[in-house]
T-cell receptor, first 113, second 113 residues
Framework: GDSVTQMEGPVTLSEEAFLTINCTYTATGYPSLFWYVQYPGEGLQLLLKATKADDKGSNKGFEATYRKETTSFHLEKGSVQVSDSAVYFCALVNSGGYQKVTFGTGTKLQVIP | EPEVTQTPSHQVTQMGQEVILRCVPISNHLYFYWYRQILGQKVEFLVSFYNNEISEKSEIFDDQFSVERPDGSNFTLKIRSTKLEDSAMYFC???????????FGPGTRLTVL
């Protein structure tokens, strides 16, 4: 079945540091890939998405590129802020069917001033 | 911007009691979903719903669970006889038929004592 694997957290960075959160996936077909963010005490917000190979999703300074050859969708940001502290979930929706989201385990990011 | 809403934000119940969690999806969406997140764990798919019937359900979604769209706006998840292990955050989501991203509500934290 479909699965998403994320790097273990927590990740602790200083403000303005470079962020990478690794994500790889296994899926049949041609999935769409997503990053969701969950701020403390809040629900899940869509951060960015990519629907086909080589697409780059971007939002709020975060980027991720859909790499079919390595089945990866790593999240990056050039300069993190304290307000980026949250849990980040990599996810996929497979083509066809009724579009259930398969989530990774989540990576907690803590940014310290 | 339209959003998914959920009530209540926190529900405390005794083991064996029935609970109903309520969601109002985005108005022009046609696919509806429930997910749950046990504290500290990944977000897990429970069920998807389209055209007034369940389209897919996970192995978690046993006979104790049911979903309903009682009117044109609400979407509910009922747990008939709650167990301690049902304690989790429950997220409702909805999606438009022509787009693959799902929009999540803020969640209902269910605590079973």
């Amino acid at each position: 079945g479909d699965s998403v694997t994320q790097m273990e957290g927590p990740v602790t960075l200083s403000e303005e540091a470079f962020l990478t959160i690794n994500c790889t996936y296994t899926a049949t077909g041609y999935p769409s890939l997503f990053w969701y963010v969950q701020y403390p005490g809040e629900g899940l917000q869509l951060l960015l998405k990519a629907t086909k190979a080589d697409d780059k999703g971007s939002n709020k300074g975060f980027e991720a590129t859909y790499r079919k050859e390595t089945t990866s969708f790593h999240l990056e940001k050039g300069s993190v802020q304290v307000s980026d502290s949250a849990v980040y979930f990599c996810a996929l929706v497979n083509s066809g069917g009724y579009q259930k989201v398969t989530f990774g385990t989540g990576t907690k990011l803590q940014v310290i001033p | 911007e339209p959003e998914v809403t959920q009530t209540p934000s926190h529900q405390v119940t005794q083991m064996g009691q029935e609970v109903i969690l309520r969601c109002v999806p985005i108005s022009n969406h046609l696919y509806f979903y429930w997910y749950r997140q046990i504290l500290g764990q990944k977000v897990e798919f429970l069920v998807s719903f389209y055209n007034n019937e369940i389209s897919e359900k996970s192995e978690i979604f046993d006979d104790q669970f049911s979903v309903e769209r009682p009117d044109g706006s609400n979407f509910t998840l009922k747990i008939r006889s709650t167990k301690l292990e049902d304690s989790a955050m429950y997220f409702c989501a909805s999606s438009h038929p022509r787009r693959d991203e799902q929009f999540f509500g803020p969640g209902t934290r269910l605590t079973v004592l």
